[in-house]
T-cell receptor, first 113, second 115 residues
Framework: DQQVKQNSPSLSVQEGRISILNCDYTNSMFDYFLWYKKYPAEGPTFLISISSIKDKNEDGRFTVFLNKSAKHLSLHIVPSQPGDSAVYFCAASSLQGAQKLVFGQGTRLTINP | DVKVTQSSRYLVKRTGEKVFLECVQDMDHENMFWYRQDPGLGLRLIYFSYDVKMKEKGDIPEGYSVSREKKERFSLILESASTNQTSMYLC??????????????FGEGSRLTVL
């Protein structure tokens, strides 16, 4: 039972354009969402998060949008840069789930020069 | 700077061998986690610990055990390695036990191959 789903295994975007990565979840108890970025042979690093009381959070080139009614969140990167090429994971947690983060399958983003 | 260190980056073991994966964090975090990452499956939680000598099963604990004798160290043990345990293993830690907010800090990963 995949509670957090990233349905696009890969995405290719031109440098300078906007990258949009999507994530869907099924558990309505999730109330905190995060995006992680992972380069090959390295551990994931935290990128940005959003609480369920908000619908948008922005940090520089990165913006996360949350649509609770649709159980959908997205990560926007603009403008996209070659260094953004990585695997992106969305993750979710709930108070009932204590400290556990549930991760999606990941989306490999490739930024083309 | 936050640091989670995994003792081995790459390991090759034979079927049936006992395998220890060690993880140390220097942030005085209460919570520590072991995930495995497989293509198409994302990160799946094996075990976690919210205090010394405490452990909780994650989503895929079968074939694994853990040990947390000291706050900074969390070990993952494969009692008898099998080929389906070939994977990237990621250790993580997190402070603030009281809330589900906050980020996990990950180590660089240990890639295990079981022949």
């Amino acid at each position: 039972d995949q509670q957090v789903k990233q349905n696009s295994p890969s995405l290719s975007v031109q440098e300078g354009r906007i990258s949009i990565l999507n994530c869907d979840y099924t558990n309505s108890m999730f109330d905190y969402f995060l995006w992680y970025k992972k380069y090959p042979a390295e551990g994931p690093t935290f990128l940005i998060s959003i609480s369920s009381i908000k619908d948008k959070n922005e940090d520089g080139r990165f913006t996360v949008f949350l649509n609770k009614s649709a159980k959908h969140l997205s990560l926007h990167i603009v403008p996209s840069q070659p260094g953004d090429s990585a695997v992106y994971f969305c993750a979710a947690s709930s108070l009932q789930g204590a400290q556990k983060l549930v991760f999606g399958q990941g989306t490999r983003l490739t930024i083309n020069p | 700077d936050v640091k989670v260190t995994q003792s081995s980056r790459y390991l090759v073991k034979r079927t049936g061998e006992k395998v220890f994966l060690e993880c140390v964090q220097d942030m005085d975090h209460e919570n520590m986690f072991w995930y495995r990452q497989d293509p198409g499956l994302g990160l799946r939680l094996i075990y976690f610990s919210y205090d010394v000598k405490m452990k909780e099963k994650g989503d895929i604990p079968e074939g694994y055990s853990v040990s947390r004798e000291k706050k900074e160290r969390f070990s993952l043990i494969l009692e008898s390695a099998s080929t389906n345990q070939t994977s990237m293993y990621l250790c993580a830690s997190k402070g603030d036990r009281a809330a589900n907010t906050g980020e996990l800090f990950f180590g660089e990963g240990s890639r295990l191959t079981v022949l």
